[in-house]
């Protein structure tokens, strides 16, 4: 089946840049998706790329899509302590897929001021 | 834009009590949610997609008799979980996809509590 795989944890300082990365497995990935999760609460969408796209910039977000090697990257410029959260990527294959997103275990992002 | 509201956003119930868990899209038709269920410092997993005016249909390992999921509108769907045990206790989310965009919108989340 489908798996997303992330990396648990990043530290970071105020004002540096973040890069979270995430690999997937299903070659047959739609669009991607990186979502944000502060403690007790739902989801926020931050930003999705869609799979025939390598780059997408959103104010201080950007991310980077490597289709070849599965690879998807949010980098988060000027980190700020509200940035410190839960972010997660997920994956979706489409209508064809039931439209299901499949997410990765989550990475936590500490800001430290 | 597309909101999806949740209710209750926390519930405590004695063991063997049954719990409801609203999911209404407010300002947009969903026919399909998603119902997820979330462990501490877990990820999300998908327990079921509901379907409205159908069956739900439950993702391997879920029991359907004690995950009850009904979607009677298309702005409405409900877990309600049956006799609840200490295990149950979670973080459960609800999720629709937004028609015509590419994103899904959540829910608030409800945090269980089985006592």
């Known amino acids: 089946g489908e798996d997303v795989e992330q990396s648990l944890f990043l530290s970071v300082r105020e004002g540096d840049s973040s890069v979270i990365n995430c690999t997937y497995t299903?070659?047959?990935?739609?669009?991607l998706y990186w979502y944000k999760q502060e403690p007790g609460a739902g989801l926020q969408l931050l930003t999705y790329?869609?799979?025939?796209?390598d780059m997408k910039q959103d104010q201080r977000l950007t991310v980077l899509l490597n289709k070849k090697d599965k690879h998807l990257s949010l980098r988060i410029a000027d980190t700020q302590t509200g940035d410190s959260a839960i972010y997660f990527c997920?994956?979706?294959?489409?209508?064809?897929?039931?439209?299901?997103?499949?997410f990765g275990a989550g990475t936590i992002l500490r800001v430290k001021s | 834009g597309a909101v999806v509201s949740q209710h209750p956003s926390w519930v405590i119930c004695k063991s063997g009590t049954s719990v409801k868990i609203e999911c209404r899209s407010l300002?947009?038709?969903?026919?399909?949610m998603f119902w997820y269920r979330q462990f501490p410092k877990q990820s999300l997993m998908l327990m079921a997609t509901s379907n409205e005016g159908s069956k739900a249909t439950y993702e391997q390992g879920v029991e359907k008799d004690k995950f009850l999921i009904n979607h009677a509108s298309l702005t409405l769907s409900t877990l309600t979980v049956t006799s609840a045990h200490p295990e149950d206790s979670s973080f459960y989310i609800c999720s629709a996809r937004v028609s015509g965009g590419n994103g899904y919108t959540f829910g608030s989340g409800t945090r269980l509590t089985v006592v």
């Open positions: 790329i869609f799979s025939n796209m």
């Open positions: 997920a994956e979706s294959g489409g209508m064809e897929y039931g439209n299901k997103l499949v």
């Open positions: 300002d947009f038709q969903a026919t399909t």
């Open positions: 299903d070659s047959s990935s739609t669009y």
